[in-house]
């Protein structure tokens, strides 16, 4: 698909329906680990959205984890994910790459 296309246009348009990009909407007992990563400061999506789908998980016996950063928002849990900006959210590089060790197991 070309930049500026009307295609590409089309798809990022396309009105979606909740049950499409609600995580919630998507849980099943087929999910795989999960490690949920949430700033307490997110203005984007409230934390509680993370603890509500770490509920549904466990619920349908995921194994999930869930950590909520204090004083970080939305973007800070992303971005902290690079090694540049990694001391946004101390620590998290090496829990994400514990957690996918422990969850090959």
């Not at 990563?37 to 959205?49: F, I, K, L, N, R």
């Amino acid at each position: 698909i070309e930049p500026n296309s009307t295609a590409l246009h089309a798809i990022f348009t396309a009105v979606a329906k909740p049950d499409v990009y609600q995580a919630l909407q998507q849980v099943s007992a087929d999910a795989p680990p999960t490690l949920l990563v949430h700033g307490e400061a997110d203005e984007v999506v409230h934390p509680s959205h993370a603890a509500r789908l770490s509920a549904a998980l466990r619920a349908k016996g995921v194994p999930v984890e869930l950590r909520l950063v204090p004083r970080r928002r939305h973007v800070d849990t992303v971005i902290a994910l690079s090694r540049p900006a990694a001391f946004r959210v101390p620590g998290l590089l090496a829990q994400v790459s514990d957690f996918i060790h422990r969850a090959k197991r």
